[in-house]
C-alpha cells in the first residue's frame, strides 16, 4: 500500500509528540494574525471611504430656529419655535469661546478632532452597558450635526469617528466651533449659545461677562440638571470653577480673575413660560401678526424651524398707552372684571397714511382671554355707521347744506319721504332729543339725528351706501342681512372695530383707503434678505372733497355735538362719530386726527334668557353711551399717542353739491300788530301788548325810547326794570316783581307822547 500524504498540520505535529502535537506553529498564528487585522482594516478602511464628507446636516431638526417678532423699535416681542438663533464666530467673545473650549474640550485647537482613549472607552461602555463620554467637541459635532444622537450603538461612535476626520479635513477650527456654539443643547429647550445666553441671563451673547460664559460652559456636561433650579447648586458650582481652572490652564484667564469669579456665581435667571411668551397684550400681538403672516404664505412650520425676522406694525409706547387708557381712565371701566361677564373692551389705531395698526388693546389678558376684542369681536355699530351715509350722499353732489326731516318719529318710506305713519313700508324711529322739523346735513351728524339718516339713506339708496360701506372695508357677510331696511343707516349690523378704525382713516386720509395691517417686512435668519413685503391693498373710495365735507360734519360732533367729551386737550383738530345701540348693547366713538384713526368701543356679548344681547351696565354708572365712557378713553388714548406729532389742521369744506330740500321749515308767524309797534312809542298802544306773532330774533328794547330794531316786548332784563314793568302791567314777570305789589309810586311817573290810539306816522 503506497504511504498517505500528510496536510500542512500534519507534518508540522509529526515532529512533536504527546500533547504537543495540538499547538500550531507560531507561523500559523502570525499568518492568521495578519489576515485578521488586514480585514479589518480593510473594513475600516472601507466604511470609512463610504462615510459621506458633511456637506448638510443629517439630523432633521439640527438647524431649526425661532422666529423672532419685533415692534417697530426693534424691539422684541416674542419668539414662535425652537429656542435657537444663529450667530456668526466674530459675535461670540473670544472668552465665551474659551470657556466653552474649557469646559468640554481644551485641546480642541491642537488635536486631530477625536480622542482614541475617549472613543475607545465609549466603545467599552456601549458594549458593557455603561455610559459613554470624553468625545472631543468635533466629535460631539459629528453625532449631533451629522448622525443620530439618539442611536447608542458601537456603529454609531465608529461612524462619529470617520465623520470627524473628515469635518477636520474640510473645515478649519473656527467653523467647526461655530457650527457647534450654534447647535449645542444647553437644557430649557434651548440650542445654541445665543438662545442659551438670552435664556439664562436675558441678554445677546456679545454681552455676556466672563462668570456668566464659565456657566454657560460649565451646563453643556448635563443640561437637563436645570442650572437655575436651587436643588442642583452643588452641581454647577463644581461646574462653574472647573471651567474658570480650565481657563486659567489653558491661560485664557489670570489667576487672580479666576479667584474673584469663584467667590459666588453669577444670577440666573428663572426658566421662560408660555406666560411669560403670551401673557398680557403679546399674546394678542403674536396671535395676530402669525394669523396675517398665514394668509400671506407663512405657515406655523416656516414660523418655528427658518428663524425669521418678523417686523410688525406696533409702537411699544403706544401699546402700552392703549393698555392704559382702556384700563385705567374710568375707574369703573375694570377689563379683566367685565370680561367675566363677557363685557369687552376694544381699542385700536391706524395709521391713516398707509393702513398700519400702530397700537390696539386686545383684551386684559391673553392667557385668560384668548379671544381677541379687536379682530375677533364684533358688535352692533349704532350711529357710528351715519357717515357711510354721509359720504355717500356727497358722493351723490348733495350739499352739507341740503335739509333732512328731524322730527322724532316721523314716517318715512322707502324712498326717503315723508308718508303716512299707517304706510305698512314706513320705517319710523325716534330720536335720542328735540331738534327742529328740518335740518341740515351738519346739524343731522352733529346731533345724531335717527331721522335725518333714515330719511338720507331713502334718498341716496341702500345699494350705494352698502358700496361706500364694503369699499372702506366693511365686511359684506356683516351687511348683507341688512341690506332690505333703512335702518342699516343707524348701524343696526355689527362691526369689527378694526374694520372701523380703517374705515374712519379714509376720511382722515382723503379718500383713499388702506388695508389695515399687522406686518412691515418678513426677513430671513440673516436679517438681510426680505422673505416677505406684504401686498396692502389700496384705492380710492370717494375725493378728497367729500372727505373733506364729511370732515367738517363730523367736527361739529366733537365741537358741541354727541361727543365734546373726545375734545383734545391741546386744541388740535379731530373729528369722528358716536355710536349708541338700542339698549346700549353697545358704545361706540371712533375719531380721527389727520394722521391717525382710532376706534373705542365697549360691548357686551353676553346673551339674556329672551335670545338677546344684555346691555352694557356699569357700577355707579348705569348705561354706557359712545359719547361718554368711549369718548373718554379716546381722549385718554390720543391725547398721549399724539405727543411728538404735530398738530395738523384738516383741509377746509369746499361746500360742494347741490342744496336739496328734502324737508322744508315751518313758515314763521306773521306779525298781526301794527307795524308801529316796534318803534318804542308804539307800546303804548294796547293792540301792541298782545302776543301779535312772531317777531323773529329781535333782541328787547334797552329803554322805553329806544330807535327801533328790537323788540319791545321782550322784557331787557330779569326781573324787569320799572319803566318796562310800567307799560306790561300785565306781564307774569312783572306781577312776581316786589312780591306782587305792583308799582304804584311809578305808576304816574310814565306819560304817553302821543293819544293811545293814534300809532305814531
Known amino acids: 500500500m503506497p504511504p498517505q500524504k500528510k496536510g500542512m498540520l500534519g507534518h508540522l505535529r509529526s515532529r512533536e509528540t504527546g500533547w504537543r502535537r495540538f499547538i500550531p506553529s507560531w507561523k500559523v498564528v502570525a499568518g492568521v494574525a495578519g489576515l485578521g487585522i488586514a480585514a479589518f482594516v480593510t473594513l475600516i478602511w472601507v466604511a470609512y471611504s463610504n462615510t459621506p464628507t458633511p456637506a ?138 445665543q438662545a442659551a445666553s438670552r435664556e439664562y441671563f436675558g441678554k445677546n451673547v456679545w454681552q455676556l461677562k466672563p462668570d456668566e460664559a464659565a456657566v454657560l460652559g460649565g451646563i453643556i456636561q448635563n443640561p437637563n440638571r436645570d442650572a437655575g433650579d436651587p436643588k442642583n447648586k452643588a452641581w454647577v458650582t463644581a461646574r462653574y470653577q472647573y471651567t474658570l481652572r480650565g481657563m486659567v490652564s489653558m491661560g485664557k484667564l489670570s489667576q487672580a480673575d479666576a479667584a474673584k469669579y469663584m467667590q459666588r456665581l453669577p444670577k440666573i435667571s428663572k426658566p421662560g413660560s408660555d406666560k411669560q411668551l403670551y401673557g398680557g397684550q403679546r399674546g394678542y400681538m403674536l396671535t395676530r401678526a402669525m394669523e396675517e403672516l398665514r394668509r400671506q404664505g407663512i405657515d406655523r412650520k416656516e414660523l418655528t424651524t427658518e428663524g425669521l425676522r ?30 367675566k361677564k363677557k363685557i369687552r373692551v376694544g381699542l385700536v389705531s391706524v395709521n391713516s397714511a398707509n393702513g398700519e395698526v400702530v397700537a390696539f388693546y386686545g383684551g386684559p389678558d391673553y392667557l385668560d382671554q384668548s379671544f381677541n376684542n379687536v379682530w375677533q369681536g364684533s358688535a352692533q355699530a349704532g350711529s357710528a355707521m351715519k357717515p357711510y351715509v354721509l359720504a355717500t350722499a356727497l358722493k351723490q353732489n348733495y350739499s352739507l347744506k341740503s335739509m333732512v326731516e328731524g322730527r322724532s318719529k316721523t314716517p318715512i318710506g322707502p324712498d326717503g319721504s315723508v308718508v303716512s305713519k299707517d304706510d305698512p313700508k314706513a320705517t319710523i324711529v325716534p330720536n335720542s332729543h328735540d331738534v327742529g322739523p328740518a335740518i341740515n346735513l351738519i346739524t343731522a351728524t352733529q346731533d345724531s339725528v335717527n331721522t335725518a339718516f333714515i330719511q338720507l339713506m331713502g334718498k341716496v339708496g341702500i345699494e350705494e351706501v352698502m358700496k361706500t360701506e364694503t369699499d372702506a372695508g ?61 401686498k396692502v391693498e389700496t ?106 406729532i404735530d398738530a395738523k389742521a384738516f383741509p377746509p369744506p369746499v361746500w360742494g353739491g347741490i342744496v336739496q330740500k328734502w324737508a322744508k321749515p315751518p313758515e314763521k308767524k306773521k306779525d298781526r300788530r301794527p307795524p308801529w309797534c316796534n318803534n318804542p312809542i308804539g307800546q303804548h298802544d294796547p293792540r301792541c301788548q298782545g302776543d301779535g306773532g312772531d317777531t323773529g330774533d329781535l333782541p328787547p328794547c334797552p329803554g322805553p325810547f329806544s ?21 306790561h302791567r300785565g306781564d307774569q314777570a312783572c306781577r312776581q316783581r316786589r312780591g306782587g305789589r305792583g308799582f304804584e309810586t311809578q305808576s304816574r311817573s310814565l306819560s304817553p307822547l302821543l293819544p293811545l290810539a293814534r300809532p305814531p306816522e
Open 56 to 193: 448638510e446636516p443629517t439630523v432633521a431638526g439640527v438647524e431649526d430656529q425661532a422666529s423672532i417678532f419685533y415692534y417697530t423699535d426693534g424691539t422684541e416681542i416674542g419668539r414662535i419655535g425652537k429656542k435657537r438663533q444663529s450667530v456668526e464666530l466674530k459675535q461670540v467673545p473670544p472668552f465665551v469661546q474659551n470657556a466653552v473650549l474649557a469646559a468640554e474640550n481644551r485641546s480642541f485647537r491642537t488635536d486631530p478632532g477625536f480622542s482614541v482613549k475617549g472613543t475607545t472607552r465609549a466603545v467599552w461602555d456601549n458594549l458593557t452597558g455603561g455610559s459613554g463620554g470624553g468625545s472631543t467637541i468635533t466629535q460631539q459635532l459629528a453625532k449631533n450635526y451629522y448622525s443620530d444622537p439618539n442611536n447608542r450603538t458601537v456603529d454609531r461612535k465608529f461612524k462619529e469617528l470617520f465623520i470627524s476626520v473628515k469635518l477636520e479635513d474640510k473645515y478649519t477650527k473656527d467653523e467647526i466651533l461655530k457650527l457647534y456654539l450654534n447647535t449645542i443643547y444647553l437644557g430649557r429647550d434651548t440650542y445654541g449659545i
Open 310 to 339: 418678523v417686523y410688525t406694525t406696533f409702537d411699544r409706547k403706544r401699546m402700552a398707552m392703549a393698555k392704559r387708557a382702556a384700563e385705567k381712565t374710568v375707574p369703573q371701566v375694570n377689563p379683566k372684571k367685565l370680561a
Open 474 to 534: 366693511i365686511a359684506p357677510d356683516l351687511l348683507e342681512p341688512h341690506k332690505c331696511c333703512l335702518n342699516l343707516a343707524l348701524g343696526v349690523n355689527n362691526i369689527r372695530p378694526v374694520e372701523q378704525a380703517a374705515g374712519y382713516a379714509v376720511f382722515a386720509s382723503g379718500g383713499v383707503y388702506h388695508q389695515p395691517h399687522v406686518i412691515r417686512v418678513v426677513r430671513y435668519s440673516d436679517n438681510k434678505r426680505v422673505r416677505l413685503k406684504p
Open 539 to 644: 384705492h380710492r373710495v370717494f375725493s378728497t372733497k367729500v372727505a373733506a365735507d364729511a370732515t367738517y360734519a363730523m367736527q361739529q360732533v366733537i365741537k358741541a355735538g354727541t361727543a365734546t367729551a373726545a375734545a383734545l386737550p391741546d386744541g388740535r383738530q379731530a373729528a369722528g362719530k358716536t355710536g349708541t345701540t338700542d339698549r346700549n348693547v353697545s358704545s361706540w366713538f371712533v375719531g380721527y386726527v389727520p394722521q391717525v384713526s382710532t376706534a373705542v368701543t365697549i360691548y357686551n356679548d353676553a346673551t339674556g334668557p329672551d335670545g338677546k344681547k344684555k346691555s352694557v351696565i356699569l357700577p355707579q354708572i348705569g348705561e354706557v353711551e359712545g359719547g361718554t365712557i368711549p369718548a373718554r378713553i379716546w381722549r385718554s388714548y390720543m391725547s398721549n399717542a399724539l405727543q411728538g
Open 707 to 727: 330807535n327801533g330794531g328790537c323788540d319791545p316786548n321782550k322784557p331787557p332784563s330779569n326781573p324787569p326794570p320799572d319803566w318796562w314793568c310800567q307799560i
